[in-house]
């Protein structure tokens, strides 16, 4: 079993920034791919940016250039630094991996970009 955990969510401003974490129980060398997604309110949750195991990255196009996922194998920890925050933005943002093909998620975190 897997675990992934996140945290670093909360509410901040309108162009501000926040950095989430997502600690897994295992080697995050073992995953196939790691990736972040957000659901809003209503609607359905959509692929925010993705970390393959070969250190490529993909975005979705709204968060280009405002948003980078990384990673630090020695604490088994993937993030997303998030710049320039838009109320749009706001959502409950969950961490996902696939290893040995199952896909698995974390209990999600809340952001919410608001004045």
């Known amino acids: 079993q897997v675990q992934l955990v996140e945290s670093g969510g909360g509410l901040v401003q309108p162009g501000g920034s926040l950095k989430l974490s997502c600690a897994a129980s295992?080697?995050?060398?073992?995953?196939?791919?790691m990736a972040w997604y957000r659901q809003a309110p209503g609607k359905q949750r959509e692929l925010v940016a993705l970390?393959?195991?070969?250190?490529?990255?993909d975005y979705q196009d709204s968060v280009k250039g405002r948003f980078t996922i990384s990673r630090d194998n020695a604490k088994n920890t993937v993030y997303l630094q998030m710049n320039s925050l838009k109320p749009e933005d706001t959502a409950v943002y969950y961490c996902?991996?696939?290893?040995?093909?199952?896909?698995?998620w974390g209990q999600g975190t809340q952001v919410t970009v608001s004045s």
């Open positions: 996902n991996g696939v290893v040995d093909g199952i896909s698995y």
């Open positions: 295992r080697s995050i060398f073992s995953f196939y791919a």
């Open positions: 970390l393959t195991s070969g250190g490529n990255t």
